[in-house]
């Protein structure tokens, strides 16, 4: 009986040791099994992660693209704004020079009038003057004593009626 023990317990043992390989074997295998797993869990993240860097790459230069083109034509904007400010400031600037030509010609025309009315105006003090002299003349007795009939000057035509200072309206441009 002890041989039938030994044999039984032998037969344990390598019963047990058969379960301890068959155990490391699915052990290792459930382990293998599980590294592939994680490998292809791990590789499925990294493509994942790829495609989304690949997407952000392309979002970002999509983004620099569209931001590169709004910033030209936010310049051609500026440009066509700044073309219409200067054209509107060079009509401004011939309309004030037209304007002030006119201006000029209009101070030429007052002053060639204000001249000929001065002249004028001249002219009839002097015959205002000539004529005053004159009827001063009359009115003062000869100093030489001569008669009275001989006493006075010559007359004098009476004065002109004085000129009336001429106006000239604007010439329509």
Do not use: C, K
């Amino acid at each position: 009986m002890a041989r039938h023990v030994e044999h039984i317990v032998q037969a344990a043992e390598r019963a047990a040791e058969e379960l301890r390989l068959d155990a490391e074997q699915r052990a290792a295998a459930r382990i293998a099994e599980a590294d592939r797993a994680a490998r292809m869990r791990i590789e499925a993240a990294e493509e994942d992660a790829d495609e989304v860097r690949a997407e952000a790459v392309a979002a970002a230069e999509t983004l620099r693209n569209e931001a590169a083109e709004a910033a030209l034509v936010a310049r051609h904007e500026a440009q066509a704004r700044a073309r219409d400010v200067i054209a509107e400031a060079r009509s401004v600037a011939r309309e004030v020079l037209r304007e002030g030509e006119m201006l000029s010609g209009h101070l030429r025309e007052l002053s060639d009038s204000l001249r000929v009315n001065a002249d004028r105006l001249l002219r009839d003090v002097r015959d205002a003057h000539s004529a005053l002299s004159a009827r001063l003349d009359r009115a003062e007795p000869d100093r030489a004593g001569a008669g009275a009939g001989s006493d006075r000057a010559p007359a004098r035509p009476a004065p002109a009626v004085p000129d009336v200072p001429e106006f000239i309206p604007p010439r329509p441009r």
